[in-house]
């Protein structure tokens, strides 16, 4: 995005403030620089050559979450996420070639499925052995560059499971694994085809699951993410396209070639065939944790509490402050741990004050980084609540098949 493209959106904003009240790290570092307003404010000096690209400046501009709870309180309908993109891209071109390399390597390897499949087993080695106790003990876990990886290899042995490819003959619809699906999300993917297989219906899982592309676009790179969002590209007579992770979604879906994706509870919802499942009666109460990305970009999460209440007795809550950002937000947990954290430790005090409140024992979210962030946080709180995705719980609840119609059903 050129400099007077850049102008050209930034000069749509007013500056009259509306974004303050809703802007995560805002609230909590009460600087001008770290709003959205701010923000806009930075690109426009740097873009028009009054301000000249420095370590703060850069700090201020990469301190942005992405959750996009801005363009809701906006009143002028500033495209706040594409100019954020924008000026990353354009800070990432004028930067070091090494350092765009080196930026390009780490997140090639970070989105490389075999490599992400490859992790979960390795995460899974350092909980069993004893590596993560001892990297406790020794304090190693406190420090700045490996805490936010510790803390996530720690929940990802909790919702890892293996994902096996489906048939790759007709379908129903194919799903969306994306690049992290084996690491955060086996469990949810076996529970939807677990829900699919009663409802009659065949899924798609493909051998080699693509990158939607988002983390690169957000962190500067569009070209990158580009080609990666236009290898999910869909063909006539190929199944509905349809995503368990949020965020992947609203990615795919600026794209003309994958803008019909759906978000898998928002698929489910609405099906006929849904009707003829039961499910058995459950006495607990969950909280529906509400992703920036479900919440600001997919026009919000009623699907999700209709699918759960489908679930008799089962009593369903919003989590408190879903409107304020988790900070898992991809890969800022890792690039901006200690604003993360914080964030963090507010949504899991707000989840144990509901727990108390209202005998909460159960999270559900649609983000996989979302719902590893939470799960780390209540393992460090102490906290006994359980984090999954909707489908998990659904899955669970479904009425055992009687003998006579199982046979009826296979014969």
């Given at each position: 995005?050129?400099?007077?493209?850049?102008?050209?959106?930034?000069?749509?904003?007013?500056?009259?403030?509306?974004?303050?009240?809703?802007?995560?790290?805002?609230?909590?570092?009460?600087?001008?620089?770290?709003?959205?307003?701010?923000?806009?404010?930075?690109?426009?000096?740097?873009?028009?050559?009054?301000?000249?690209?420095?370590?703060?400046?850069?700090?201020?501009?990469?301190?942005?979450?992405?959750?996009?709870?801005?363009?809701?309180?906006?009143?002028?309908?500033?495209?706040?996420?594409?100019?954020?993109?924008?000026?990353?891209?354009?800070?990432?071109?004028?930067?070091?070639?090494?350092?765009?390399?080196?930026?390009?390597?780490?997140?090639?390897?970070?989105?490389?499925?075999?490599?992400?499949?490859?992790?979960?087993?390795?995460?899974?080695?350092?909980?069993?052995?004893?590596?993560?106790?001892?990297?406790?003990?020794?304090?190693?876990?406190?420090?700045?560059?490996?805490?936010?990886?510790?803390?996530?290899?720690?929940?990802?042995?909790?919702?890892?499971?293996?994902?096996?490819?489906?048939?790759?003959?007709?379908?129903?619809?194919?799903?969306?694994?994306?690049?992290?699906?084996?690491?955060?999300?086996?469990?949810?993917?076996?529970?939807?085809?677990?829900?699919?297989?009663?409802?009659?219906?065949?899924?798609?899982?493909?051998?080699?699951?693509?990158?939607?592309?988002?983390?690169?676009?957000?962190?500067?790179?569009p070209?990158?993410?580009?080609?990666?969002?236009?290898?999910?590209?869909r063909?006539?007579?190929?199944?509905?396209?349809?995503?368990?992770?949020?965020?992947?979604?609203?990615?795919?879906?600026?794209?003309?070639?994958?803008?019909?994706?759906?978000e898998?509870?928002?698929?489910?919802?609405?099906?006929?065939a849904?009707?003829?499942?039961?499910?058995?009666?459950?006495?607990?109460?969950?909280?529906?944790?509400e992703?920036?990305?479900?919440?600001?970009?997919?026009?919000g999460?009623?699907?999700?509490?209709?699918?759960?209440?489908?679930?008799?007795?089962?009593?369903?809550?919003?989590?408190?402050?879903?409107q304020?950002?988790?900070?898992?937000?991809?890969?800022?947990?890792?690039?901006?741990?200690?604003?993360a954290?914080?964030?963090?430790?507010?949504?899991?005090?707000?989840?144990?004050?509901a727990?108390?409140?209202?005998?909460?024992?159960?999270?559900?979210t649609?983000?996989?980084?979302?719902?590893?962030?939470?799960?780390?946080?209540?393992?460090?709180?102490?906290?006994?609540?359980?984090?999954?995705?909707?489908?998990?719980?659904?899955?669970?609840?479904?009425?055992?098949?009687?003998?006579?119609?199982?046979?009826?059903q296979?014969?």
């Open positions: 995005m050129t400099p007077d493209q850049l102008l050209g959106l930034a000069d749509q904003c007013v500056k009259c403030g509306q974004c303050l009240p809703v802007c995560p790290t805002f609230a909590k570092l009460g600087n001008e620089a770290d709003s959205p307003r701010g923000r806009i404010s930075l690109i426009q000096g740097w873009a028009g050559g009054a301000l000249a690209l420095s370590p703060t400046l850069n700090g201020h501009l990469d301190g942005c979450l992405g959750c996009r709870a801005c363009e809701s309180a906006c009143p002028s309908l500033v495209d706040y996420g594409r100019l954020a993109d924008g000026a990353k891209a354009a800070r990432v071109a004028a930067g070091s070639p090494l350092r765009r390399g080196w930026l390009r390597l780490w997140l090639g390897l970070l989105t490389r499925s075999r490599l992400t499949d490859r992790l979960a087993r390795a995460t899974r080695f350092y909980q069993q052995y004893g590596l993560a106790r001892l990297v406790e003990r020794t304090g190693l876990a406190d420090w700045r560059a490996l805490r936010p990886l510790h803390r996530l290899a720690r929940a990802i042995p909790a919702a890892a499971a293996p994902v096996t490819a489906g048939d790759g003959g007709a379908a129903d619809l194919e799903i969306f694994v994306g690049c992290m699906g084996g690491l955060a999300q086996g469990r949810a993917i076996a529970a939807t085809r677990a829900l699919l297989r009663r409802l009659g219906l065949a899924v798609r899982i493909p051998t080699a699951p693509a990158c939607c592309g988002a983390i690169h676009r957000h962190n500067g790179l070209v990158d993410a580009d080609q990666r969002r236009d290898a999910c590209v063909t006539p007579g190929d199944p509905p396209l349809v995503g368990l992770a949020s965020a992947c979604v609203a990615e795919l879906r600026e794209a003309a070639g994958t803008g019909d994706t759906r898998l509870c928002d698929w489910l919802a609405p099906l006929p849904l009707k003829t499942l039961a499910f058995l009666p459950l006495r607990r109460r969950v909280l529906v944790h992703p920036c990305s479900h919440r600001n970009l997919l026009g999460n009623a699907a999700v509490y209709r699918l759960l209440q489908r679930i008799p007795e089962l009593e369903v809550q919003p989590l408190p402050n879903n304020t950002c988790c900070g898992a937000a991809g890969t800022y947990l890792l690039q901006q741990p200690a604003m954290a914080s964030l963090l430790a507010d949504k899991v005090a707000a989840s144990v004050a727990s108390v409140a209202a005998g909460a024992d159960l999270i559900v649609t983000n996989p980084g979302c719902a590893l962030h939470l799960i780390a946080g209540m393992r460090e709180a102490g906290c006994a609540i359980e984090v999954c995705h909707p489908v998990e719980l659904l899955a669970r609840q479904m009425m055992p098949i009687e003998p006579d119609a199982q046979t009826t296979t014969g």
